[in-house]
């Protein structure tokens, strides 16, 4: 998501000093050896379901042995608004924002003017699709495609942009957020396409009901006048990223969920940290016909979001559960990896300035039998905040009340405090402030964990923390990749770590003082890293997201307001359009994929089992600096996917195959 909402990404403001040592940035640590033989069949995300990961994986290995990973040929920087792949493959669309999901009797058609209602949403795809997982029903053939829908552009929601605005806007809104489950099949020609309707065809809103489990379940902040037993929440917001579990179930992050609220008008210290500015809501106006996202009256309802979700897509009939041993946080994510002994270990981020990486451990190990043997699972174990020292070391530091400052005295008087404040809790324990985690990503093969750190332009102004070993540039406007292996297997409480690569266009950008840091390692320029993503074969995907209102004004590469000065709407400059890239994290090596179409981000991807279908979601094409479309113009800038002028340039699924069958990427 590229918003301009300075609050989101920057609710910090009162952040402690970086306790790390700037004098030692920058150096490179070599990290050798590998859990890679230990972790590679227990991680294969499907092995539960039966996939055929094993045979891919094997066939990984091989290539990896005999060199690079990749396989074609990188694709040049683009401006053009469309969809760009290498020689020998094909990018199809398949379930664009509007289409019916396949709820059996509700098929309601997209009308391209933006007038469907409020019930005609809640059984179409949402907006903005992100994170997405594809959980096979019959192998490489035929699964269920599900999918996070971030946020809505009510521009492009309604015909006049929302200008008319009462309950129905505001449901209709609510109704483009939240989560698909869509089934889709693949035909005799290659071609994919959605089941409809299917049994398994879901959507989860922000306002379908939600169980809430862990330690702040039926905590006396998680209750409100709606729900006084604090364990059912109505609706998900802002899910970002995603991922799918060993046990067959799917991961989502509950990211700028405070921009829904509106804010007291005076709010406490607590609700300052978490964002809340007096009366300000972002947008969405969800406050002045459903008080529930009116803080004045209803102050623990923001408590209730910010959570990893679960959904078994498998078991259409399940409630979906918000997983409060997790911490709450703006997360972007949530990726599982397992311990040699069979505990989920489930790493995220929070994608805000100066926050957090978190890392949780289970009690318990992974039962056979899928997402229903496993409803517990996440509900007992250990949360950590990560800090980066700067000799490449790092350790994991526990968020337990009563250990260190986590005290009654200090304002944790229970677990539920300290999981509801994880922010707070972060500071008191001196985590590590990151430069916005995104995705964060297990490599099946090597063994090591990656995060993307998208962006801070804030890093190193006044007032603001300095840089440290972790984060090693000032007004980091391209932002990097950082890895770290744990000490030995993935519940332990130390690791080593270094940077995978220091993005930004190596034509524009400068060399710190000392000459370090000079953009990404070749030719493949990139910027604001985001989705990420290893494959089996142990390819690592990056996906960016370069907007203005990350990149800041004055820089080389920033897109052009078209509102401002002479340049053309579609003027970018010279990363081009968002792009997928792909890198061998063995050598280092990174080429241009896939390049989208003007404004959008790429975000969220996913493989078939045998490799040979990939999923790529093309979120916002066409956006605006503000992220508000023009109702008067909403083709101004783009109209993917949509082969008519009067189309609305929407949100979609890319289908990517190879023309000759075989395995993406190799
Ligand atoms: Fe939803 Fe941090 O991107
Ligand atoms: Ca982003
Ligand atoms: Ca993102």
Redesign the pocket.
Known sequence: ??KDFSTMEDSNPSANPSIHDPALQGRRHVLRGGLASAVAGLLSPLAVQGGALGALLGAGSAQAAGGGKLGFQSVPLSEADTVTVPEGYIAEVLQAWGEPVGVRGALPDFRHDGSNSAADQAVQMGMHHDGMGYFPLRGSQRGLLVMNHEYADHGLLFPDGGAQWGPEQVAKSQAAHGLSVCEIARQADGRWLPVLPSPYARRLTASSPFRVQGPAAGHAWMQTAADPSGRRVLGTLSNCAASRTPWGTYLSGEENFIGYFRGPNRPNAHQTRWGLRPGEQWGYRWAEHDERFDVSSHPNEPHRFGWVVELDPYDPSSTPIKRTALGRAAHEGATVALTKDGRAVVYSGE?ARFEYIYKFVSRDRVKPGGGRANRTLLDHGTLYVARFDADGRGRWLPLVHGQGPLTAAAGFADQGQVLIQARQASDALGGTKMDRP?WIAVDPVGGQVYVTL?NNSQRGAPGRPGVDAANPRANNVGGHILRWREDGDFHAETFRWEHFVLAGDPATERADARGRMKGSRDAAAFA?P?GLWVDPRGVLWIQT?MSSA?MGPGVAFLKKDPTQGDLGPKEVASLGNNAMLAADPATGEIRRFLVGPVGC?ITGIDMTPDGRTMFVNVQHPGETPGDRSDPAKPTAFSSWPNHRSDGRPRSATVVIRKRDGGVIGA
């Open positions: 998501m590229a994608d995104e998208t604001c985001d997201d990350d981000e």
